[in-house]
C-alpha cells in the first residue's frame, strides 16, 4: 500500500502531491494552511474524503500557529483560515464538513490552549475515523462485486482520494480481500487523468489487475459486454442527484442503457441531502486544464474551453449507494440526514 494520503506528524501536516504521480511519489511537509489551501486548488490533494481531512488540517494549522493573547482573536483567525481554505474548491461536501467540524471543536473551548488542542484533536479524529470508514463502505460494497467482475471505475476514488483504503476502490479492495477475483477497467478520466494517473498506480501497487481506457472507450466496453458493473466515487450527494467527476453521468447513462449496475460508494459525511441538484455550484477550472496538453498547446488560441470539473447523476439512475452504514437502494426515501453541522 502508498503511504497515508496526508498525515499529521507533530506541527506539521504531511501530503502525497499527486500532481506528480505517477512517476514521482513524493510528499510535501506543510505547515502554512494557505500552503495547504494552494495544494488543494492544485489538486496536489484530492478527491472528497481527503478533502475532508485537508479542510480539519488547514484549521488546525492555523490553530497551532496562531499568536492570539485571547478567544475572540484566536478564533478570527480561525474563521480567516477556514473562509480561504473553504474557497478553494466549492463541489466536495466534505471540504466544508471538515472544516466546520473544527471551527465547532475549537469554539467550545475556554482558553487558547485548551481551543488549539481541541482542535487538532478534532482533525485528527477525522482522519482516523476515515480509515474505518472506507473499510466500512468496502465491506458492504464487497458484497455486490460478484466473483471475476469486471469493474468500470472513473476518475480515482482509492485510497489517494482518503486518507487510505479508499471508497470505490476500496469496494475493490475488500473484494479481493474476500477471495474474489476482480479486475478494474479504469477511464483516464480527461483532463487531468486522475484514472491514468492515480487509479492505475494504486492498483497496480496492490496487484489487483487495472486497465486503462479513455473515457470514451467506456460505452464501446460496456455494449460489448465486457463491464458487469459501475463503481464511482462521489464528491456531494443530495437528495435528487450524485455530483463526481465530470464524465460520470455519461457513464450512468450508458450502463442504464445496457442493464449493468451503478454503484456510487461514499461516506455519510459525502451526504448534502437538504439540497437538490440546482442549489449545488458546480467547479469550472481553468481552460489551460483542455487547452494545453503535456505542455503544448492543443487547441488554438482564442478557441474558448468549458472545463467543468463535476457533473451531476440523478439517483433514477443509480442502482445503489454504498456508505459505512449500508447500501441505499432506489427509490432513495430514506436518504441519511447531512452529517455536516
Ligand atoms: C472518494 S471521492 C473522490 C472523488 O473526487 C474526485 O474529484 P477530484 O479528483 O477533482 O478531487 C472525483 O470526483 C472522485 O470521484
Not at 502525497?16 to 494552511?33: A, F, N, S, Y
Not at 442527484?241 to 456510487?264: E, S
Request: aromatic content about 6%; some cysteine; proline content about 4%.
Amino acid at each position: 500500500m502508498i503511504p497515508r494520503t496526508i498525515a499529521r506528524e507533530g506541527e506539521v501536516i504531511v501530503f502525497i502531491d499527486q500532481t506528480l504521480l505517477p512517476g514521482r511519489l513524493e510528499t510535501v511537509r506543510c505547515t502554512d494552511p494557505e500552503r495547504l489551501a494552494t495544494a488543494i486548488r492544485r489538486l496536489e490533494v484530492r478527491g472528497a474524503p481527503a478533502l475532508g481531512i485537508a479542510g480539519a488540517y488547514g484549521v488546525a494549522l492555523a490553530a497551532m500557529q496562531s499568536e492570539a493573547g485571547d478567544m475572540e482573536g484566536f478564533l478570527a483567525g480561525l474563521v480567516d483560515a477556514a473562509g480561504y481554505l473553504r474557497g478553494t474548491r466549492p463541489t466536495a461536501v466534505n471540504l466544508g464538513w471538515g472544516i466546520d467540524r473544527v471551527l465547532a471543536a475549537a469554539g467550545t473551548a475556554e482558553t487558547v490552549e485548551s481551543a488549539k488542542e481541541a482542535a487538532v484533536a478534532e482533525a485528527d479524529r477525522i482522519a482516523a475515523e476515515d480509515e474505518a470508514t472506507c473499510r466500512a463502505i468496502g465491506r458492504h460494497g464487497a458484497a455486490l462485486i460478484p466473483d471475476g467482475a469486471r469493474v468500470l471505475t472513473h476518475c480515482n476514488a482509492g485510497a489517494l482520494a482518503c486518507s487510505t483504503w479508499g471508497t470505490a476502490l476500496g469496494v475493490v479492495r475488500s473484494a479481493v480481500e474476500a477471495g474474489k477475483e476482480v479486475s478494474v477497467t479504469a477511464c483516464e478520466t480527461r483532463p487531468l487523468l486522475q484514472g491514468a494517473r492515480l487509479t492505475a498506480f494504486e492498483l497496480a501497487e496492490d496487484g489487483i489487475p487495472v486497465r486503462v481506457i479513455t473515457d470514451s472507450t467506456a460505452a464501446f466496453l460496456m455494449r460489448r459486454g465486457e463491464i458487469d458493473c459501475v463503481v464511482v466515487g462521489a464528491d456531494r450527494i443530495t437528495r435528487d442527484a450524485v455530483f463526481n467527476k465530470i464524465g460520470t453521468y455519461m457513464h450512468a447513462v450508458c450502463a442504464r442503457h445496457h442493464g449493468i449496475p451503478f454503484y456510487v460508494a461514499a461516506p455519510l459525511s459525502t451526504f448534502d441531502t437538504v439540497r437538490s441538484e440546482a442549489e449545488v455550484v458546480i467547479e469550472e477550472r481553468d481552460e489551460d486544464e483542455i487547452a494545453v496538453f503535456n505542455g503544448r498547446r492543443i487547441v488554438r488560441e482564442g478557441v474558448r474551453c468549458t472545463t467543468y470539473a463535476f457533473d451531476a447523476t440523478p439517483l433514477d439512475l443509480v442502482s445503489g449507494i454504498v456508505t459505512e452504514e449500508g447500501v441505499f437502494r432506489p427509490p432513495f426515501d430514506l436518504m441519511p440526514e447531512p452529517r455536516n453541522i
